[in-house]
């Protein structure tokens, strides 16, 4: 039996991995879920499991009073959304759109969502597909507190953490981008010395146990260096950019000598040494932000 009322039922748009993830969590939870996504047949588990499936979006979205889109970017929820049948049927509801994409989407998004009457809030999600439902996943929103408010009892029940940053609707997509910038660097990082590693026949799985010893080295350096970032501190005193940018350099030669690429290596360590013909070899490396903040607009 349901746990929650009508007033409580979900629309989700998108049945993607993460989608049918969100939905599975609704249904779990005891919320009256409905679901649509634009190629048909990707719902059949859902409905199995409880969930009404609309023949179209503009059904889907007259179903319930708050929407949570879901799909692959802000083209698509926007081919979804902005529809004439859809947006009239969306008057006077709520849409989360928990798709990942930039923070000038979200604005704009939020600006069409205001002229046709409809509340919106903008979100993300940092987790994977099994952190649905979890204590493990967690969801960052921007936008109106008084909607993240209203709605958060249902968008709870996704599980894990949700935390709300602040009114600007752009916020959540900030995050977002800041926090994917760090993984995807991170990741390709990792590709790129899995294939120096296997050009000195060294296997990824022999690899593996270090990097992870390397990675655990990193979050007391987030700590570290986003206090000297917001300080303008820059502290190098264990370990000054010179040193950083020699490190660099080696790994440039060692993947070269093998014909690899290192050309990511190469950017990176072109920056370190701009700092350090600036005068700040002493500092540390996270000087680096100055130097790319200066030209930000
Ligand atoms: P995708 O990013 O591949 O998105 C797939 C969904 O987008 C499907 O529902 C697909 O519909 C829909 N779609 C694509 N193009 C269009 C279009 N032009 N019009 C309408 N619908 C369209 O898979 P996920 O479900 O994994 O991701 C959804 C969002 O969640 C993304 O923004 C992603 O970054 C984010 N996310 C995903 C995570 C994950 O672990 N998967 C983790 C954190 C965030 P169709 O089936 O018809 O092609």
Redesign the pocket.
């Known amino acids: 039996m349901s746990t929650y009322d009508d007033q409580s039922a979900v629309t989700v748009l ?6 049918r993830a969100l939905a599975g969590a609704f249904l779990d939870a005891g919320v009256r879920t409905t679901v649509w ?3 048909p047949g ?1 719902d059949g588990d859902l409905v199995a499991r409880g969930a009404v499936s609309a023949a179209t979006a503009a059904e889907a979205v007259a179903a319930s009073p708050l929407t949570v889109v ?4 802000y ?2 929820s926007d ?2 959304l902005r529809q004439d049948d859809v947006t009239d049927a969306l008057k006077s509801r709520t849409v989360v759109n ?3 994409d930039t923070p000038d989407r979200a604005r704009d998004t939020s600006v069409w969502a205001a002229a046709h009457g409809i509340a919106y809030l903008d979100g993300a ?1 940092m987790t ?2 099994p952190s649905i439902g979890t204590p493990d996943a967690v969801f960052i929103l921007s936008g109106p507190k008084d909607l993240y408010d209203r709605h958060h009892p249902v968008l709870a029940s996704l599980g894990g953490t949700h935390t709300h940053l602040g009114e600007d609707i752009g916020r959540a997509a900030a995050y977002d981008i800041a926090l994917l910038d760090i993984f995807w660097t991170a990741m390709a990082g990792y590709a790129h010395a899995l294939a120096v590693a296997r050009a000195e026949n060294v296997t990824a799985r022999e690899l593996a146990p270090f990097a992870q010893g390397i990675a655990t080295i990193l979050p007391p350096l987030f700590t570290e260096f986003a206090g000297d970032v917001d300080d303008a501190t820059y502290s190098g005193d264990l370990n000054p950019i010179t040193s950083a940018a020699s490190s660099m350099s080696h790994i440039v030669h060692a993947a070269e000598s093998h014909g690899i690429d290192a050309g990511l290596m190469r950017i990176v360590e072109g920056l370190t040494r701009r700092v350090i013909a600036e005068g700040h070899g002493t500092d540390g490396f996270v000087r680096v932000t100055d130097l790319l903040s200066r030209h930000a607009r």
């Not at 998108?14 to 989608?19: C, F, N, R, V």
């Not at 879901?70 to 970017?73: A, E, F, I, R, Y």
């Open positions: 998108g049945l993607g991995p993460m989608g996504n634009r190629t990707r879901c799909v692959v970017n083209d698509a081919a979804i928990l798709t990942a999600i994977p597909t």
